[in-house]
Structure formats: structure tokens, C-alpha cells
């Protein structure tokens, strides 16, 4: 996947971003913990990277610029100031308490953004100019915080010198500081109330953007007052905030860039699972830890491996019966979809359904009684449906195709007609619940095509030999037969003939042996046709094939033996090919090939005709092929129109 180019003006402002933030920690490091310097630097180069990255796919979006202008102001009117100020503090630099005093009080001026974003998002446009009073009520507020807290005479203890340089005595700081934090908490608690009260108006897409949204907001709204309440009670809240500022704009940025946005619903779940065992877990915990503990001692080693064990098992047994339940709430279609497809699962296991129900099972989880599961078994060939009937690879009505993979190998698709994009969204959960039984149900729908391709060939092949008899008892009848007939006749004729006329029993006795001796040979040809004679081997039975061919064959054999049976078949390939080159081909040279290949014994026939065999009901290729199939072989007919015919088989043998 090609990275995002990021347009010029966002790029440069992630670039100051990133500079600001080195400088600031070049003159922070060492002055104040590390954690804290790290952690602001992070927080709004991610910010303003996710700006520039929305900005790269919608230059004019609103939510882009202003997490920009939030990570950008974040860098150089705080983070860099407050570094200047205890640089210039411990080195005695020049314009130190007046960078101490701007790092004092301008991340206030970052509040305002917040509520902005908070009534502009998803579309950038506030619901309403009624929501605009809440903007200037934050400004307002924003204002006299700032007044309160930078000019306030006691905020001195903050400076290196132990005073505000910019204080104003008399003025009535503490009011304005009250007064202004109120006024902000107004703002932002509407603000809030208008991501929810969207939340609830929306649907579709939208809806999905502002679970994202409200998601990872509540978050933030719990995470930083929890962190500030607990943060000298434990370290275990001080990762809270780093997290839920850097889960926000990534959040932010999902759901206006649509990447993963259907995910919302897991994610939700997962932490509201995770949420729910980790409270349970601990009061597991802590109420054996107090109960054991009452007994054994508090403290005591037993009191905690006792106390872990018992959360371990409890989560043992929680988690899956939680997970259903949360999913049940918050994602009832996944929920039901999962619930149908395992209920057919386990049915199948039970032996109480046949694996090619599935089908049914999907049409039931996915809502669409016109699902079609359509079975791949052969890479070159047509899918079939659960029946083994081939369908049309094709799509109609606007539905839609997904391929169905399980351990890397495609076992079929799934054409069917989604209707939200939530549907959409849970095939894939579907399938993969449901790919045990699908492969079973491929595999059978395989063997019950091969069965009846088996039965198919075998019938083709007692055709062709019933066939097969009959022509040569055809050929006895009319030809050997009859002339053996009109010997005896002739004999006999002879016989009435002897006497005084010897010079003409002579003449009829004298066509009689040649009669004789023509069905001797034409004996011969069938017998050499029904048993080829390889008792030398299979090359000098092809060069004698060759010598009686009415074409000139190149003949190119190993002259190693193969099982005779292997020997037979292959003839018999020769023979066929041959036979067709003659009568089909029109070609002006044959070449019979022979070779050992990877334990295979590989006969082709080239020919140089005139192209275009297809094997067709009642064709010698037909019947060839049953016979090559019948061995465990495999024929391949290369035939272009005008460029000759190349017929090639391959049998299993020994090597």
C-alpha cells in the first residue's frame, strides 16, 4: 500500500511541528521529567500528523486544519516557550521570565479548539447557528481563565525567580480564574451534549464516524480527570492520559478517513468486555485477598498465589460467557449471525445436518434467502452449486462475490446481495465461523463429481468395447468369414471339375489358395490389432507401426522398458493418434514420442495437419481418453487450426 503524499501546506506544518517539539525538548531534557517532555512532544506531532493526513485526502475539511492549528500552537506557544523558560533559567539566558510566563497560561488557549471540534465534527458545520453561542461562551471564558491564572500575583511560584513578572496586584485574580473555569466547563459540558445528541440523530455512515468520535472523547473526558485526582495516589493512572490524547486524534482520523470505520462496534465491545472483567476480576481479587488474608495473615505470600489463582479462574470462566453477552448488546446482528452459524456447527458435529446445509445456515445468518454458495473444483472449470450442478460464473442484479479461502486454497464464493454496509461488514466473521463446514461440504460435492465421473468413463469404456466386438465380429462376418465360405465353395466346385477337364480345376484351384492365402494376412492384421506384439518393447513395436503407416513417422522412444500393461496403453495412444493424423489431419508427417519423465512414462503424437481436434461424443479421442483415465493417466490435446495437432499422455509407473 503507497503512503499518503501530504500536501504542501500540512506537510509544512507537521514539519515546524516536529521542529518545535525538538527544540523544545533539546532545551527541556534534563530540566523536568522526562516522562512529561516525551509525552507532549508525541502528543501533538501524532496530532498534527493526523491533520496533515486528513487534509491529504480532503484539503478543505475543517476537522484537518484545526487539529493542525492544535498540534502547531501545542509545539511553539507552549512546549517551546516553557523549554526556553527553564533553559534560559538555569542558564541564564536572556527573555527567560517572559517565555516562562507565555508557556504559563497559552495551553489554556487550546481549549477553544477542543469545543470547535467537538460541534464540528464529523461534516465540519455546527448543527445549528444557535451552536455558535457555545464557541463564544468557551472564547469568553477562555479569556478570563487566561486573565485570572497569567496576571495572578501567586502563580510566581511557578517562575524560576520565585515571581510574576507580569503580575497585577489588586486585581481580582481568584474570581477571574473561578469564574473563567466555570464559563469553560459550561462550554465544553453543551459541546459534549451536542456529540451525543448527534450521535443519537445519526445513521449510516455518519453514525459510524461519531461512535468513533464519542468513543474515544468519553475517554478523554474520563482519562485526564482520573489521572489528575489519582496521580499522587498511584502510577498505575499515569499512563492514562498519554493514552487517551493519543487514542483521540487516531480515532478522529479513522473515522473521517472511513479506514477500518465499521470497526467501532468491536472496539466498543471489546472495551466495554475488558472494562467489565477487570472490575469483577478485581473484586475477586481483593475479596479473597481480605477473606484469605482475615485467616492467613495480610501480607502473606499464600494470601496472593491463592488470590491470582482465583482471578485467573474466574477469567477462565467469564470471559467467553461475557464476551457473548456484551456482544448481544452492543453488536445483536453480529451476535445472532455468530449464534445461527455455531448452532449449525455444533448440529453438524452432532451428525443431526449434512455439511451441504450450510448454505441454508448463511442464507439465515446473512438475511438473504438468495445466498448462492458456489464451489470451486478445478481451477479451469465453472463452479458448481451444493448439488454438483455447474452455474454461471457470472453476476447479476447487483450482487455481489466473495471468494471463500481456507488454509490458502480458494474453495468456492459466496454471491449474494447485501443491503447495508453492516451486512457487508459481517460476512467475512461469517464465513470464517462457517469454514469447517464449507470445506466439508466442497469435499463432498469433489468426491460425489468423481464418482460420477468414474461411472461416466466406465461406461464410455463398456461402450467402446461393446462396440469394439461388434465391429470385429462385423469384420470376421463380412470379410474372413465369407471368403473362407467361397473357398469351400470353390473346393467344392473343384471337385465336380476334376476328370477330364484338369486344365480348368487347375485354374479354380489355383484362385482358391490365393483366396486363402488373402484371409490368412487380413487374419493376421486383426490379430496384431487386438494384442499388439511388444515382446521386444515398445520402440521396435512404434518402428514397425511406422513402416506400415501410409505417412512418413519419425519415430524418437527410450529404449528402456516399462510394465506391459503401461506398454499397451501407450501403444494403443500411438496407434489412435496415428490413425487420426491419418484420416482427420490431412498431415504430411508424423512424430511418435517416448519418453521416462519424473516416474511418468509420456507418449505424444505431433503431427503437422491441419489442426483444430476437439474431442466430441463418439470420437476416438473420447474413447482414448477413458482408456488413459481408466490406467490413473492424463491426457492433453494442444490443437490450434493450421498449426498441427500435439496429443501427449502421461501414465504412472515404477521407476
Not at 101 to 113: A, D, E, P, Q
Not at 181 to 210: K, P
Not at 360 to 387: I, K, M
Not at 471 to 481: F, M, S, T, W
Request: proline share 5%.
Amino acid at each position: 500500500m503507497a503512503l499518503p503524499t501530504l500536501r504542501p501546506l500540512p506537510g509544512t506544518l507537521l514539519a515546524v511541528t516536529v521542529l518545535g517539539e525538538l527544540g523544545a525538548l533539546g532545551l527541556s531534557w534534563g530540566l523536568e521529567p522526562a516522562y512529561d517532555t516525551l509525552f507532549s512532544a508525541l502528543v501533538a506531532v501524532l496530532t498534527v500528523g493526523v491533520g496533515a493526513l486528513i487534509l491529504s485526502r480532503h484539503p478543505s475539511h475543517v476537522i484537518g486544519w484545526l487539529l493542525c492549528v492544535l498540534g502547531l500552537a501545542n509545539a511553539l506557544a507552549a512546549d517551546l516557550p516553557q523549554g526556553w523558560g527553564l533553559r534560559a533559567a538555569a542558564e541564564g539566558w536572556a527573555w527567560g521570565p517572559a517565555a516562562e510566563w507565555l508557556g504559563l497560561w497559552t495551553f489554556l488557549l487550546l481549549g477553544v479548539v477542543w469545543v470547535l471540534i467537538f460541534l464540528l465534527f464529523p461534516s465540519g458545520h455546527l448543527p445549528n447557528r444557535r451552536w455558535s453561542t457555545v464557541v463564544w461562551l468557551d472564547v469568553a471564558g477562555t479569556a478570563i481563565l487566561a486573565a485570572g491564572w497569567a496576571l495572578d500575583p501567586d502563580t510566581g511560584r511557578y517562575f524560576a525567580g520565585g515571581r510574576n513578572p507580569y503580575a497585577v496586584p489588586g486585581l481580582p485574580t481568584d474570581a477571574l480564574f473561578w469564574g473563567g473555569l466555570v464559563t469553560i466547563a459550561v462550554a465544553m459540558v453543551t459541546a459534549l451534549a451536542a456529540v451525543v445528541g448527534r450521535l443519537r440523530r445519526s445513521h449510516g455512515v455518519e453514525r459510524q464516524q461519531m461512535k468513533w468520535f464519542a468513543l474515544s472523547s468519553g475517554f478523554v473526558v474520563a482519562a485526564l480527570p482520573t489521572g489528575a485526582a489519582l496521580w499522587n495516589f498511584t502510577p498505575l493512572v499515569h499512563p492514562l492520559p498519554l493514552i487517551a490524547l493519543t487514542v483521540w486524534p487516531i480515532a478522529i482520523g479513522v473515522a473521517i478517513l472511513r479506514y477500518r470505520l465499521y470497526d467501532v462496534d468491536l472496539v466498543i465491545s471489546r472495551a466495554f468486555t475488558g472494562a467489565v472483567l477487570t472490575v469483577v476480576l478485581a473484586l475477586v481479587y481483593v475479596g479473597s485477598t481480605l477473606v484469605i488474608g482475615a485467616f492467613a495473615g495480610f501480607g502473606s505470600p499464600w494470601a496472593t498465589a491463592v488470590s491470582t489463582l482465583l482471578a485467573a479462574t474466574a477469567f477462565k470462566l467469564l470471559h467467553q460467557r461475557v464476551q457473548r453477552r456484551v456482544d448481544s448488546a452492543f453488536r445483536p446482528m453480529h451476535h445472532a449471525a455468530l449464534s445461527r452459524v455455531g448452532e449449525f456447527i455444533d448440529a453438524l458435529r452432532a451428525d443431526q445436518v449434512e455439511p451441504e446445509q450450510v448454505v441454508e445456515a448463511l442464507r439465515s445468518a446473512l438475511g438473504d434467502p438468495l445466498l448462492e454458495l458456489r464451489f470451486v473444483l478445478y481451477a479451469d472449470e465453472p463452479p458448481v452449486d451444493e448439488r454438483g450442478r455447474p452455474v454461471a460464473d457470472h453476476l447479476d442484479g447487483g450482487r455481489e462475490s466473495y471468494v471463500v479461502e481456507r488454509g490458502g486454497i480458494t474453495l468456492g464464493q459466496i454471491v449474494w446481495l447485501p443491503r447495508t454496509e453492516e451486512q457487508r461488514r459481517l460476512l467475512p466473521s461469517v464465513v470464517a465461523a462457517a469454514g469447517l463446514a464449507i470445506e466439508m461440504a466442497r469435499l463432498r460435492v469433489e468426491l460425489r463429481h468423481r464418482l460420477d465421473e468414474v461411472e461416466a468413463s466406465r461406461a464410455r469404456i463398456v461402450t467402446v468395447a461393446d462396440e469394439e466386438r461388434r465391429r470385429i465380429e462385423r469384420d470376421l462376418h463380412d470379410g474372413a468369414q465369407q471368403r473362407l465360405v467361397s473357398i469351400g465353395l470353390a473346393l467344392r466346385h473343384a471337385q465336380h471339375q476334376l476328370g477330364p477337364a484338369e486344365a480348368a480345376a487347375s485354374r479354380t484351384l489355383d484362385d482358391a489358395i490365393a483366396q486363402i492365402t488373402q484371409a490368412i494376412d487380413e487374419l493376421r492384421e486383426l490379430a496384431q490389432g487386438l494384442h499388439p506384439a511388444l515382446e521386444a518393447g515398445l520402440r521396435p513395436a512404434l518402428h514397425e507401426l511406422a513402416t506400415r503407416a501410409p505417412l512418413p513417422v519419425d519415430v524418437v522412444a527410450t529404449a528402456e522398458r516399462f510394465p506391459s500393461d503401461v506398454e499397451t496403453a501407450a501403444y494403443f495412444v500411438a496407434c489412435e493418434g496415428l490413425t487420426n493424423a491419418v484420416k482427420h489431419a490431412r498431415a504430411q508427417r508424423v512424430v511418435l514420442r517416448v519418453a521416462r519423465e519424473n516416474g511418468r512414462c509420456v507418449v505424444s503424437v505431433t503431427d503437422n495437419g491441419v489442426g483444430g481436434a476437439r474431442p466430441h461424443n463418439g470420437s476416438g479421442l473420447t474413447g482414448l481418453s477413458d482408456r488413459v483415465a481408466a490406467r490413473g493417466g492424463s491426457l492433453r490435446i494442444d490443437s490450434t487450426t493450421g498449426h498441427g495437432t500435439t496429443l501427449t499422455v502421461e501414465f504412472p509407473c515404477a521407476s
